[in-house]
């Protein structure tokens, strides 16, 4: 089983449109946890953090839950330029806490 | 402030030849880190360093893969012999040790084996 997983997607949406994107990790120590964005044949960069409270940031909105081992990512009033990959990623834990492991990411296309 | 600076941005080699991948760090930043990127497994860490001092090489595929970081501000990934299997983007990323927050990606390097 991956550490992080998530729907590869592609998800196609319309512009306006609300869409979330879900994510699971493995273990159960992890703690602290990101959202990443990446354009294509560009960099990743960090979108947000997730909080245990969950957090917002614009239209974005993060939320954790620790007893299932899920991350969630939701965009609301989606626009063309949101169309990207977004990567769920979870830091490490015990002897490996300096380390980020990436989810493979979800497509998201944003239709005019 | 430059962010993360890789070089080069493309290289195409043959296979067996040696093939070395650049990176300087942000300024200031204590921790750096190799990740690869194929479409088949995402972002995978390679390396990482904290004060030039290799912590954790688990990720790294073979023998014929090495990473230095000789001071703060350089470090070299390089793959002797390389294979077309490869072939993928390798990211470098580096981070303040107290910062709480993610890291910073360079651009990449766009590698091609044939």
């Known amino acids: 089983r991956k550490e992080v997983e998530q729907d590869p997607g592609p998800f196609n949406v319309p512009e306006g449109a609300t869409v979330a994107f879900n994510c699971t990790y493995s273990?159960?120590?992890?703690?602290?946890f990101f959202w990443y964005r990446q354009d294509c044949r560009k960099e990743p960069k960090l979108l947000m953090s997730v909080y245990s409270s969950g957090n917002e940031d614009g239209r974005f909105t993060a939320q954790l839950n620790r007893a299932s081992q899920y991350i969630s990512l939701l965009i609301r009033d989606s626009k063309l330029s949101d169309s990207a990959t977004y990567l769920c990623?979870?830091?490490?834990?015990?002897?490996?806490?300096?380390?980020?492991?990436f989810g493979t990411g979800t497509l998201l296309a944003v239709q005019p | 402030d430059a962010g993360v600076i890789q070089s080069p941005r493309h290289e195409v080699t043959e296979m067996g030849q040696e093939v070395t991948l650049r990176c300087k760090p942000i300024s200031g930043h204590n921790s750096l880190f190799w990740y690869r990127q194929t479409m088949m497994r995402g972002l995978e860490l390679l390396i990482y360093?904290?004060?030039?001092?290799?912590?954790?090489d688990s990720g790294m595929p073979e023998d014929r893969f090495s990473a230095k970081m000789p001071n703060a501000s350089f470090s070299t990934l390089k793959i002797q012999p390389s294979e077309p299997r490869d072939s993928a983007v390798y990211f470098c990323?580096?981070?303040?040790?107290?910062?709480?927050?993610?890291?910073?990606f360079g651009s990449g390097t766009r590698l091609t084996v044939v």
């Open positions: 990323a580096s981070r303040t040790g107290t910062g709480l927050g993610g890291y910073t």
């Open positions: 990623v979870v830091k490490g834990y015990g002897g490996a806490t300096n380390k980020l492991i």
């Open positions: 273990n159960s120590a992890s703690q602290s």
């Open positions: 360093f904290n004060n030039n001092v290799p912590i954790d």
